[in-house]
């Protein structure tokens, strides 16, 4: 069947405009997961949905990152006024529900900040 | 604080060599241990879930066990396909995410 997809895989973009990423978990995965990863580090986890309900933005850096998720599906990661240290691999993974269930992984956004 | 530490960080064997991964934790709370392999440019894939001492899981020339400080990928003959980053991550209940590893990066020559 379909896995997570992620799109666009790779995106450039200039210090200081916005951007979108977008994840289309497994249907009817109802937990959804960002990750960030960055060389030589490990994954570093964002925010985690379950249904369009976000109990855990801790791991959010700052402000300028914002996510969403609509109709039990599709999320967003948003990132404005972009920075040179967000330049990393943002990973989306989806689980049936939250808990100790494992995670599919999408194959990740490629951000490059310039 | 809960951490999780990968060993080594890097590892190259010979086709056929066999070892073992070191993954230990100090966490409180340990709902499950999770094993994934990371491909250049690609997402983890899911391996195993262990979720109590002695319990032990296999795939193919992989075995993972676990006890109740740490977790052991056994990879036996392995062969360089084999060839990836293995990442392990623990799951604590309190506060319902994974603590990642930073991995070990693996590779097998022909």
């Known amino acids: 069947g379909a896995g997570v997809s992620q799109s666009p895989s790779n995106k450039v973009t200039e210090k200081g405009k916005d951007v979108e990423l977008r994840c289309d978990p497994i249907s009817g995965h109802t937990a959804l997961y960002w990750y960030r990863q960055s060389l030589g580090q490990g994954l570093e986890f964002l925010i985690y949905?379950?249904?369009?309900?976000?109990?855990?933005k801790s791991g959010l850096p700052s402000d300028r990152f914002s996510a969403e998720r609509t109709g039990g599906s599709v999320s967003t990661l948003t990132i404005q006024r972009t920075q040179q240290e967000d330049s990393a691999v943002y990973l989306c993974?989806?689980?049936?529900?939250?808990?100790?269930?494992?995670?599919?992984f999408g194959p990740g956004t490629r951000l490059t900040v310039t | 604080e809960d951490q999780v530490t990968q060993s080594p960080e890097a590892l190259r064997l010979q086709e056929g060599e066999s070892s073992s991964l070191n993954c230990s934790y100090t966490v409180s709370g340990l709902r499950g241990l999770f094993w994934y392999r990371q491909d250049p440019g690609k997402g983890p894939e899911f391996l195993f879930t262990l979720y109590s001492a002695g319990e032990e899981k296999e795939k193919e020339r992989l075995k993972a066990t676990l006890t109740k400080k740490e977790s052991f990928l056994h990879i036996t003959a392995p062969k360089p396909e084999d060839s990836a980053t293995y990442l392990c991550?623990?799951?604590?209940?309190?506060?319902?995410?994974?603590?990642w590893g930073l991995g070990t990066s693996l590779a097998v020559n022909p």
């Open positions: 991550a623990a799951f604590v209940g309190n506060n319902r995410k994974l603590i």
């Open positions: 993974a989806s689980s049936p529900r939250t808990g100790d269930y494992e995670q599919y």
């Open positions: 949905f379950q249904g369009n309900s976000a109990p855990d």
